[in-house]
């Protein structure tokens, strides 16, 4: 039996009905001692457990921020999206809750069988499709059938949102999704059977001056093959996964051929901003260095080495005498 807790609220009601005698300690005994019987329905089965619903509510907090993102920049406005509610119902009742008229996309989820379905009220969309034509956001149409351009230009504008699909899932399952159909009329779609069971991921939309939902259904049988991929466990998961030896090889092998720049240091000087500006032909510089101290040599601006100048093969050059000590690798 699921354990069910209380707030404070609550259990300070509790102590207090208990101190005022309002309620025995006994029947509180008796009543946990005695069998509760709790009411199932068989036609609405639950597939998905706690752990994949919260994943999959992370996953599609993570849609609303990249769809909040996408519409702002394409509508030049600020478009607020949320998620307001994640349920697993069966497939009929899902289509009994859409309206008559309403836009519903459906997007193939390739390499996964099955379709998701994105169903926007028809509100937010003409409130898109007014902002699109250069208006502030209002929904001015009533609700009706949409014309053929309406239609085609809210298909566009929807079309592009699988880059958002496929970043929000990528964590889970590389897809690419595709829009297949666009549709107005909800009895025109029967993706699944009516008694299979799906996932209604419900957003608070906000499009200027307008309020209302997007609804995203996803069925059973397109989740069944990353289910395993929904737990917490796979999200906890700290699998180390070991290169065979040649990989380690071979990148050594790479790593000894990259260019590293070596710089040899004769000395540094400290001038003013007038000596500077008053530098002629043939002026000398004194150094803090001697000529008789070794030469701090430098790899990649860290120093390494120590060296001394001199030629070889009429070129100058310089001899490495000793390492830096107290440098950042102390083990080279």
């Known amino acids: 039996m699921a354990e069910e807790i209380l707030s404070q609220g609550e259990i300070d009601a509790l102590l207090s009905a208990l101190s005022t005698g309002e309620m025995d300690a006994n029947q509180l005994i008796e009543q946990e001692s005695s069998k509760k019987v709790r009411v199932y ?11 994949q619903i919260r994943s999959i509510s992370r996953i599609h907090e993570n849609m609303a921020r990249l769809l909040t993102t996408y519409y702002s920049a394409q509508l030049r406005t600020y478009i607020d999206i949320t998620v307001a509610s994640v349920d697993q119902i069966p497939y009929e009742e899902f289509i009994r809750s859409i309206s008559n008229v309403s836009i519903l996309n459906v997007f193939e989820m390739a390499p996964l069988e099955g379709r998701m379905l994105v169903e926007i009220n028809p509100n937010v969309g003409f409130a898109m499709m007014d902002l699109l034509l250069g208006g502030q956001g209002r929904s001015h149409k009533q609700q009706g059938d949409f014309t053929e351009i309406e239609m085609r230009i809210l298909s566009q504008l929807f079309e592009k949102t699988t880059d958002q699909i496929r970043e929000a899932w990528s964590s889970i399952v590389h897809i690419e999704p595709e829009l297949a159909e666009f549709e107005t009329n909800p009895q025109f779609l029967q993706m699944v059977s ?10 608070n939309t906000k499009v200027g001056e307008t309020s209302g939902m997007i609804n995203i259904c996803i069925p059973h049988i397109l989740l069944d093959p990353i289910i395993s991929k929904l737990s917490v466990h796979y999200w906890m998961q700290t699998e180390k996964r070991h290169q065979p030896k040649e990989a380690g090889q071979l990148l050594k092998k790479r790593l000894e051929k990259a260019m590293l720049p070596l710089t040899a240091e004769l000395g540094r000087s400290s001038i003013t901003v007038e000596e500077f500006l008053n530098l002629q032909v043939n002026d000398v510089i004194e150094l803090d260095q001697s000529i008789l101290e070794p030469l701090l040599v430098q790899v990649g601006h860290i120093p390494k080495f120590l060296g001394q100048p001199g030629t070889k093969k009429n070129k100058l050059a310089v001899q490495i005498i000793d390492h830096v000590k107290g440098g950042d690798d102390e083990d080279e």
């Open 194 to 203: 009516p008694n299979e069971t799906v996932i209604v991921i419900t957003l």
């Open 41 to 51: 329905d068989f036609k609405r089965a639950l597939r998905f457990s706690k752990d």
